[in-house]
Structures are given as structure tokens and as C-alpha cells.
């Protein structure tokens, strides 16, 4: 889940009322976001934007911040990142979270309508052969047919939906 700052405390306590701190990667913008989030609820798993370019200031900001490298997991972006990148993360013992697809618009306009079922495969597989272990998209049926993971109901998701974003089995618990 990514959130803007003006919801941050809202969304904490629904996630603690909701007592789903274990199920939650909570995508941050900044690791000040994080420390915020963390000071209300240091169980909550927090997912920082880590690329190759912000590495080395985030995990500078990380030295000072009150929470540990055990407490992350990286979201790198919705651009594919280099293999030594990923490894990198996973000497350190962090998770990386791969975007696909941002907007509706995005997904609309980008060449994964036209591919074949081959060429998705193989672009979502790509994503774990570099060493990317979370996929993350808002288009989750699509993503699990497509990997081959089987989806047997409707996907109650806590995401702050303050663009309009819509998509097929996903419920929201929050609209920002």
C-alpha cells in the first residue's frame, strides 16, 4: 500500500484495529513517512522506494532512523532494476517489491495489452529471475493468471484510492 502523508495516521489505525500489521507492506515515500508510521506501530512491516540512484542516501537515513533493515522491504520502482541490484537487497535481508503497471491510464497505453501470453509470462517472469520477490500490482488477477497463481475470490485491499482507481475483485477498505 502506498499512501500520501495527509493519510498515514488514519490508515495505521485501521490497520491495527484490523490487527493485520503480519499481512501489510506499507510503501512509504520517504524513510521520515516510515518513522512516522513506525512511532505509531512498530509492527508494521514498512516498504521504502529504493532504486539503484537513492540507495545509498536511504540507507543513510535508515543508520539514524529508529527502525532496523529487519523492518523493510524495498519497492523499487516500476522499472525493471539490475540483477546486482536485487542482490545487494537480499545480502542485506531485504525483500524486493517490484511495481508493474501504475495507473489505469498507464496500463491502457503500455504494449502488455498486445502481447501474447508467452511474452507476459515471460515478463513476469523476469521479474523473479533478476531477483525481484514481490510482484506488485494493482491489477492482481491478471498478474496471478498470468503467473499461474490460482485466485478464487475477490481481494480485500487496504490502499488509498484518491485517483478514481478501479479494477475488477478488488474491494476497498479505504478511499482516500
Known sequence: MCIRDSYTNEVVEIITELDAEDQVRFITDSVEQATEIYNQNPEIHLGLFITPDN???VFADIEVAPFTLDKISAFTGTQPQPAEFYADLHQ???VAIQGLFGTQEDFNSTSIDNLNNQQRESLF???YADGGDIIASDYYRETAEIIGYPVEKNLDILL???DG???EGINFLFDG
Open 55 to 57: 540507495r545509498e542516501t
Open 92 to 94: 542485506q535481508g531485504i
Open 125 to 127: 517472469k523476469s521479474v
Open 160 to 162: 488509498v484510492n484518491d
Open 165 to 167: 482507481f478501479a479494477a
